[in-house]
């Protein structure tokens, strides 16, 4: 079984302070808090990377803490309801009268591959950080090598750490039109024998094509679906005429038809987003229900659950 780095840490520390575990018990515990901090990481550091305003800074914090905060939760644990004391420590899940499941609107939103770079920029890293604290540049390596089978041969030659610590210096791309990586329009898959099929894949239109297959919403109606003001003219979705005019050239003036993957990369984001309202939405409904919805959150959150320190 693959195991990742942080469980293996997480293990290695109940060893040494849990010495009475036996394996299974080891390897359960070890899995339930490396699945909670992966949620702690994602709802307080990296949805605010995304979202880089003070508000959401606060307003995700106040999702974990509560707007009591950090200091306050960790010396008196979880005190008053949702604002006060956050999501996490309610003392029962609450479902909505829906069972909690990631939705297919989130999968939908967050098909965002044109965060993916064209070149992996490969970091010397026996060397010292430069003053922009990363280690000197090797080479760009193109992301079309590390894909695939290819892609298998030329990461063992990188070796983990080097891949990983480049990777973590390197800043992801913009979630916007006309940025859609171009090795992907050329993917190669595999078949179940393990070999390169000879069919490639032009991802970009396969996302489209996946969308319009599943009958998923349009722009239009996907944002009515949320209760969010539709768009009537492509000047209500951005101000950039050469965005208009393309959107012009494809769709005509019916803006029903806008397919929801370009809409949410062709909408005007907010100062600090990188992502579209329209997403930042289903994020914020997904972020909030899988907390709140989850009992290894809320009555299972405690010593007996995830053990003592
Ligand atoms: C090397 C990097 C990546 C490759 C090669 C890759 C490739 C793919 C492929 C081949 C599919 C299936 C397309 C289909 O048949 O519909 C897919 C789906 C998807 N990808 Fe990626 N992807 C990568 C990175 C990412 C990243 C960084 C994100 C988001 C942050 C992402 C989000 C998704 C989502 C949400 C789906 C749809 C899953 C579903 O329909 O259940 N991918 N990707």
Not at 221 to 226: A, I, K, V, W
Not at 250 to 260: A, N, P, Q
Not at 297 to 303: C, P, Q, V
């Amino acid at each position: 079984m693959k195991k990742s780095l942080f469980f293996t840490c997480c293990r290695v520390m109940f060893q040494k302070e849990h010495l009475n575990f036996d394996d299974e018990e080891l390897y359960r515990y070890a899995r339930l808090v490396t699945s909670a901090v992966i949620a702690k990481v994602h709802t307080i550091d990296w949805t605010i990377e995304l979202l880089k305003t003070d508000t959401l800074h606060a307003a995700m914090r106040a999702n974990w803490y509560g707007l009591l905060g950090k200091e306050f939760k960790d010396s008196f644990g979880h005190v008053g309801g949702v604002a006060l004391g956050g999501l996490v420590g309610l003392k029962k899940p609450q479902n909505h009268s829906v069972p909690y499941s990631l939705t297919e609107e989130f999968v939908r939103v967050y098909r965002m591959h044109p965060l993916l770079p064209d070149n992996l920029l490969l970091r010397d890293i026996s060397a010292p950080t430069g003053a922009n604290k990363s280690p000197p540049l090797l080479k760009e390596v193109p992301m079309g090598d590390l894909v695939g089978l290819k892609g298998e041969k030329t990461l063992s030659e990188i070796g983990f750490t080097k891949q990983f610590v480049s990777m973590g210096h390197q800043s992801c791309g913009a979630l916007t039109l006309w940025n859609y990586p171009m090795w992907l329009r050329d993917l190669i898959p595999q078949g179940v024998d393990g070999k390169d099929r000879p069919d490639h894949v032009d991802m970009p239109a396969l996302e489209v094509y996946r969308d319009r297959e599943n009958k998923v919403a349009r722009y239009n109606e996907f944002r009515r679906g949320l209760l969010m003001i539709p768009i009537s003219k492509w000047g209500d979705l951005t101000d950039d005429p050469e965005v208009v005019h393309a959107l012009r050239e494809v769709y005509g003036d019916d803006v029903e038809e806008l397919d929801l993957l370009v809409g949410l990369m062709a909408e005007k984001k907010i100062k600090g987003f990188s992502i579209s309202e329209t997403a930042f939405t289903i994020f914020l409904l997904m972020a909030t229900r899988r907390l709140e919805g989850d009992r290894f959150f809320t009555s299972y959150y405690n010593e007996e659950t995830y053990t003592k320190r």
